[in-house]
């Protein structure tokens, strides 16, 4: 169900002026924020909202009432992201928004619609995977958030003019959604996405496991303890991040806070069985079982940092070499940084997929 306005409603405004976060944020272009109710989200054991903000910047020169239609790149942000954090303005930095407002005014890519999909959880993030824990977020993505964005803008409306990119847990969301649902998005953006779990993820485990020893393991306190707080540890971040890839990649059931840990409780030693399901999800592996998927792709693209505290560099270079063993055809580039404000890559991959999408 859509909440906002409908293309003769709030969508038409657009021709006549400006919305005020577009002059805020001093965009060429257009920004709409609308709202749908998410039939995949509903009666989440975790109580998170089922109506979310779709945020649709549009090019200049957009005409709700004209004929030409648009690629649509769909924005996937990371861990602890939402909507509104992707549309903050900070002083010397460029959001996702302003990127694709730069290159289109520039002329240096094709005129396209960004989406921003909102996959925030109270545990910090969804990773975009259907979880009886968290809700339906990948069906929330590809269906529900397509649906009313395909329904209220000027879109090309099939494969071939969507692609999806994201930094970080929407890098990785980015890699799961197009391995996962063949036939939604023609090319695929990961930066800094979460991949070669064996690297990634153990490193967090010793500090998961003695602050959840504070709490005698119980994991509804430590959240409401975590949420109750003015101002929060490393350690606890680390903690509350490993229970959000717990309840997407290994929830016990559905009431929330069932979740099994990759650790176990009475020594902190690493619970390989439980491990082993994360890994089912880890992008370096399923690449393997997913040629298909891949193969139908116009372009696969991942980069990092060389310094990334996570060892995602790592992750990115083992994906895309599995990649190309399949005799897949992949654009990886690393460079000197870390995990961090990376968000100028988007200057080389927003051009890039935009470029291999179907346009008018």
């Known amino acids: 169900m859509v909440v906002s306005d409908g293309p003769g409603g709030e ?21 709409c924020i609308g709202f749908i109710e998410s039939q995949a989200l509903k009666d989440n ?3 998170d909202p089922s109506v979310r903000p779709v945020a649709a ?45 730069r ?30 824990h968290n809700g339906g977020y990948a069906a929330y993505t590809v269906r529900d958030v397509v649906e009313h964005v395909d329904a209220t803008y000027r879109t090309i409306a099939a494969e071939g003019g969507r692609a999806v990119l994201g930094k970080s847990s929407g890098g990785f969301g980015a890699l799961y959604l197009t391995m996962q649902y063949p036939g939604t998005f023609a090319a695929f953006a990961s930066h800094s996405g979460d991949s070669y779990f ?33 101002k929060r540890q490393p350690a606890e971040y ?24 990759p650790i176990e409780r009475k020594t902190g030693e690493l619970n390989c069985a439980v491990f082993d399901r994360w890994l089912q999800f880890d992008p370096a592996r399923m690449c393997l079982q997913k040629k298909a998927e891949l193969a139908r792709l ?42 961090r404000n990376v968000g100028y890559r988007y200057e080389i991959s927003m051009p890039a997929l935009a470029g291999v999408l179907e346009s008018q």
């Open 103 to 132: 290159l289109v005014s520039a002329k240096k890519m094709t005129p396209a619609i960004l989406v921003i999909v909102d996959g925030f959880t109270r545990l910090g993030g969804s990773q975009y995977v259907d979880s009886i």
């Open 11 to 31: 969508i038409a405004r657009m021709s006549e002026t400006k919305s005020p976060l577009s002059r805020l944020l001093r965009l060429e272009g257009d920004l």
């Open 298 to 339: 116009r372009l696969r693209y991942l980069d990092c940092g060389r310094k990334d505290e996570y060892g995602l560099d790592i992750g990115a270079r083992v994906t895309a070499s599995r990649m190309r063993e399949l005799g897949l055809e992949v654009r990886h580039e690393e460079f000197d940084d870390d995990h």
């Open 45 to 47: 054991p975790l109580g």
């Open 57 to 101: 910047y549009v090019p200049p020169g957009y005409d709700p009432q004209g004929s030409r239609r648009y690629p649509v790149l769909y924005c996937l942000h990371g861990y602890t992201g939402d909507a509104a954090a992707v549309l903050s303005a900070r002083p010397w930095e460029t959001n996702a928004v302003q990127w694709i407002d």
């Open 198 to 230: 064996e690297y990634a993820h153990p490193r967090a485990f010793p500090d998961v496991a003695r602050t959840l020893e504070k709490h005698d393991w119980n994991i509804e306190a430590f959240v409401a303890h975590f949420e109750g707080l003015h």
């Open 238 to 261: 680390s903690t509350m991040e490993m229970l959000a890839y717990a309840a997407a990649y290994s929830p016990r059931s559905a009431k929330a806070f069932d979740l099994d840990l």
